[in-house]
């Protein structure tokens, strides 16, 4: 079962899932290997604006477990399975989905895969406007069509490549996943009204949320379980020892309850001197 832990519950089932909220920047990766792991003929697709952010997150947070054993012959082996894009911008984004196809005898420019992924896993999309937004609130060229048209160019093109596979090969039920601790704060206008000077006005903000989760069957927000620690000295200890207490929980589309949770502790110190994972 795929699971955004090293160990860990697994994933309930799913065909589209976002991911928010405070995940430690190791799940993508757990995600692709257990996927791998448990089908033979997976194949994974990652795609995130930046090459070296997602190289830094992962270099800070210093999961135990990878630095363990991401040299391994078996490990090597899965990640093989993942192939991984860095677009740059939204536009060479929605070019790279449009491009992607199995078919070596197209003549059209084409980005070619060896075969339909099992799993697509889009990370940190906030990032390609959340600095613009930040930075001017109101002259920013970003709409919530910006995001969206990202998420449905992607679900497109892999629909049309799923129903090119094989109807017998795994590959023919793709999984999408959205990773985005971002999106909570990203807010941007529905629309951008023209105004009688000919400038075009940002209707008011709405958070980006509420219309990203829609699109997905389910959700997992990530965040600091600050129930467990039920006086002061509790946490004075947590942070003596640098412990952070987690939990996730996971909610189907248009509910307000969550159908299942996790709790787990992140702490410094495995083998390695990095962070590790303590389940309840």
């Not at 990766?29 to 089908?39: F, K, T």
């Not at 999106?183 to 023209?194: A, C, E, G, R, S």
């Not at 996790?262 to 495995?270: D, F, I, M, S």
């Amino acid at each position: 079962m795929a699971s955004l832990f090293p160990s860990g519950p697994a994933l309930p089932d799913f065909k589209s899932l976002v991911v928010k909220g405070t995940y430690h920047p190791s799940a993508p990766i757990h995600l692709a290997l257990s996927h791998a792991a448990n089908l033979p003929d997976a194949g994974v697709l990652m795609i995130t604006p930046s090459r070296e952010t997602m190289v830094t997150a992962l270099r800070e947070h210093n999961d135990d477990w990878m630095a363990a054993h991401s040299g391994q012959g078996n490990v090597l082996e899965l990640s093989s399975c993942t192939k991984v894009f860095y677009p740059p911008s939204p536009a060479h984004f929605a070019y790279l989905v449009s491009m992607l196809t199995t078919d070596d005898q197209s003549q059209d420019p084409t980005i070619i895969l060896d075969q339909a992924p099992s799993l697509v896993i889009l990370i940190e999309l906030s990032a390609y406007f959340l600095s613009d937004v930040q930075a001017n609130p109101n002259g920013h060229p970003w709409t919530l069509a910006s995001y969206m048209t990202l998420v449905a160019r992607t679900l497109a093109s892999f629909a049309t490549l799923s129903s090119l596979s094989e109807p017998s090969t795994t590959s023919s039920a793709i999984a999408l996943v959205l990773f985005d601790s971002q999106l909570d704060q990203l807010k941007l206008p529905v629309l951008k009204h023209l105004t009688a000077g000919g400038n075009r006005k940002p209707s008011k903000p709405e958070n980006a949320t509420f219309f990203v989760q829609k699109y997905f069957e389910m959700t997992a927000i990530f965040e600091e379980d600050d129930e467990f620690f039920l006086n002061s000295s509790q946490e004075d200890e947590r942070e003596m020892d640098g412990q952070r207490r987690n939990r996730m929980q996971i909610f189907h589309c248009g509910q307000n309850l969550p159908f299942e949770t996790q709790r787990w502790v992140e702490q410094p110190g495995g083998s390695s001197g990095g962070t590790i994972f303590l389940w309840d």
